[in-house]
């Protein structure tokens, strides 16, 4: 039996097993404060979201299990849920991956209560995981929306996206969104997204993307078989529309490097200003020496001191 999951019956649920360091209410918190996000919603404690599982898609209820403490509990919408048991490990897997729940992060703890920087960040959001974006297209592609304006105008964006060229399934009143599929963006011309009102670079840039995903040149898997950051880092910059700033982000949230480090992110910055109560912006060597204790832990600690800002 899977040591991670469980499929229940009759209810037709998956439970998942919880590490000790998790919050779910942190966790849910940290979602509802993106007011534009279109490819989930929540309500009464309960977090609702697409997903889709090869050619069906699985709305699913993701909430606590009150009667089973350490435990989350997914049920599906609709009267469909996952028959076959690879279909009921794709959806596992799915959750698993975006709430970080594969990660020890004791030692993180450990480190981050010594550390003068990030302990009452850590104490103030203790049990919150890196919410990621398990797909690395769209982990790309929010990365690219969101080059060089501001958050509110990125999530306008991707909405159009989604809802211009992703699939949706509408139940009890509600609808929800999947984000595209690269098979759909690589077939589009510049002109066609014109609608979206994005610039032409982003828009040559997400086609460029899924264009090299459909040709298999570039994948999530192939990227983690590289193993070193670094390596990563350079095979993504080399991508168009990829800088710096938006590799260390896919490595992040997508790819789960926990030495990833966007160190010249502004919102870093700002969040270490407001922390330390700062004049200014740290420079970058000011946050290298702040950051020097912080190794093998980098993307979560950049998580957590972003969660006072956003």
């Known amino acids: 039996m899977n040591e991670t999951w469980t499929w229940q019956e009759p209810e037709k649920q998956i439970k998942l097993s919880l590490p000790l360091e998790f919050s ?119 990365g690219i929306l969101g080059q060089q304006i501001n958050l509110s105008f990125a999530f306008t964006l991707k909405r159009r996206l989604v809802e211009a060229y992703g699939k949706n399934v509408t139940l009890e009143g509600e609808t929800y969104h999947v984000f595209p599929t690269p098979e759909t963006i690589a077939a589009l011309s510049v002109l066609e997204m014109e609608e979206l009102r994005m610039t032409v670079k982003k828009r040559e840039y997400l086609i460029g993307v899924a264009k090299l995903l459909m040709e298999g040149e570039l994948s999530k898997e192939a990227l983690l078989q590289m193993g070193d950051h670094q390596k990563i880092e350079k095979k993504l910059v080399g991508i168009r529309g990829i800088g710096p700033w938006t590799a260390n982000y896919v490595l992040m949230r997508c790819l789960r490097i926990p030495t990833a480090f966007p160190i010249d992110d502004v919102g870093l910055q700002n969040a270490v200003k407001h922390a330390l109560g700062l004049e200014q912006k740290p420079t970058r060597q000011e946050l290298l020496k702040l950051a020097a204790g912080w190794k093998n832990w980098e993307s979560y600690a950049t998580f957590y001191l972003w969660r006072l800002l956003y």
Request: charged share 20%; net charge negative; hydrophobic share 45%.
């Open 24 to 142: 779910f209410s942190q966790n849910l918190n940290y979602l509802a404060d993106a007011a534009g996000e279109c490819l989930y919603r929540i309500q009464d404690n309960a977090l609702y979201k697409a997903l889709p599982i090869g050619e069906q898609i699985y709305v699913a209820k993701i909430c606590e299990a009150p009667e089973s403490p350490g435990m989350l509990v997914i049920s599906f919408l609709g009267g469909t849920y996952p028959e076959q048991p690879s279909e009921r490990e794709a959806v596992a897997s799915y959750v698993r991956d975006w709430f970080d729940l594969n990660a020890d992060l004791g030692a993180f703890y450990e480190m981050a209560g010594r550390d003068p920087l990030l302990k009452a960040t850590v104490d103030a959001f203790y049990g919150l995981r890196s919410m990621g974006i398990p797909d690395l297209f769209e982990a790309i592609c929010w």
